[in-house]
């Protein structure tokens, strides 16, 4: 994340947080006095900024604040009779509209920007938290003479590496995720001042006005689903085996992915089997697994020229096992390397930790398959693994 974006700065100190929101829902009514933005509709937008603003800066309580400020402010300058505090019982239903999105969108915004903190000091960690496992990593190959005790604690610094390398991808998703989350909040905003403009007409349309308000909350889930799935991303513990289905792994990451992606023009193509059998295993590290190597495919393409392509493909392939292939056109596998991509801390990434496919590959097999991969002609590379459907794996 960069330093120099503002939006990006640590919060301010608590006093600081509600003296923003008091000056930004002031600043947000002078200008709603100015004549240029004296419109027939209320200035709704302004004092949803003022209460995004006030709690991106300051958090729950200053954009609580801001909300009960730009309410008093609506309530006193824009319900008809305006600038007046007597009782408007034909106004109530656009002053509770109001007060609904603004609690809304300041809910929001405090979510989005805890998640950022999260991610900004979850990647500030990173790099010393890489050197203490590597060093473990190196103990634990000096004790390899004992070995029953050495298997145990092999096995937790592989979960650990697994969760950092989570980690490190999510936090070099940051961008990508903070649009994916303002996608909908966005679309919040917007529905909310479609809602509000249905009920200040003389005559208040309520059907619009409650098919704007169920489009705010279809928005509100869709913000919540994205965080959830960062955050089940995050989740560190014991594996967890169920029956999974692997076309909904696939279609769950692209869905994370699709942003990135699109920042370095690259298409995704998927050609994913009906009808696939589920298979036993655990989620989150086949989630994993797609993730590291569809990262891997869109950083080997973006410095290319010409098309950019990523290929998601599933099918059943022999002794009922399926087959998932992740194809890119980018720079190809490594020349006369091509074998050591698979060796812990090999990377040709200048920040890459070397883990990441030495961790998808150990997941793959816990879950009794295969990871491999294989050059294109022209130009790229192509990972291939394949999970069993009929015997349960065994790590």
């Known amino acids: 994340m960069p330093k120099s974006n503002p939006f990006l700065w640590p919060k301010p100190p608590a006093i600081w947080g509600y003296g923003i929101a008091v000056l930004s829902v002031g600043a947000a009514l002078i200008v709603s006095q100015w004549p240029a933005f004296r419109l027939q509709t209320a200035p709704v937008s302004l004092f949803l900024c003022a209460v995004i603003f006030s709690a991106w800066f300051g958090g729950v309580g200053p954009g609580l ?148 308000a169920m489009r705010v909350v279809t928005d509100g889930r869709r913000a919540a689903e994205i965080i959830s799935r960062v955050r089940q991303l995050f989740k560190k513990g014991a594996t967890e085996r169920e029956l999974v289905d692997v076309n909904e792994v696939v279609r769950e990451m692209i869905v994370l992915l699709r942003g990135e992606a699109a920042r370095h023009n690259i298409s995704v193509r998927t050609e994913l089997a009906a009808n696939l059998p589920q298979v036993m295993g655990d989620r989150v590290q086949l989630q994993q697994v797609m993730m590291n190597l569809m990262m891997n495919s869109i950083d080997a393409m973006r410095n290319v020229d010409g098309t950019r392509e990523l290929a998601m493909i599933s099918r059943l392939a022999e002794n009922e096992e399926i087959l998932v292939s992740v194809t890119d056109s980018g720079i190809g596998l490594p020349p006369q390397q091509a074998d050591q991509i698979f060796n812990a801390f090999f990377t040709t990434k200048l920040n890459g930790t070397g883990m990441g496919l030495r961790i998808s590959r150990s997941i793959v097999e816990s879950h009794g398959g295969r990871l491999w991969a294989d050059g294109n002609s022209p130009g790229g590379a192509s990972f291939y693994f394949t999970l069993p459907t009929k015997v349960e794996a065994h790590e």
């Open 65 to 212: 604040l801001a909300a009960g400020l730009s309410a008093l402010a609506f309530y006193y300058y824009f319900l008809l009779p305006a600038y007046s505090l007597a009782a408007k019982p034909e106004e109530i239903p656009r002053l509770v509209i109001f007060m609904v999105s603004a609690l809304f969108v300041g809910s929001l915004t405090a979510a989005q920007r805890s998640a950022t903190e999260s991610l900004r000091r979850a990647r500030d960690d990173l790099k010393e938290t890489v050197q203490e496992l590597k060093r473990a990593n190196e103990a634990l190959q000096a004790e390899s003479r004992e070995r029953e005790s050495a298997e145990e604690a092999l096995h937790q610094a592989r979960a650990d590496l697994a969760h950092v390398n989570r980690v490190t991808a999510m936090g070099e998703l940051t961008a990508s995720l903070a649009h994916e989350v303002n996608q909908p909040i966005g679309a919040a905003v917007t529905n909310a001042n479609t809602c509000l403009r249905w009920l200040a007409g003389n005559s208040p349309n309520l059907e619009e006005a409650r098919a704007a």
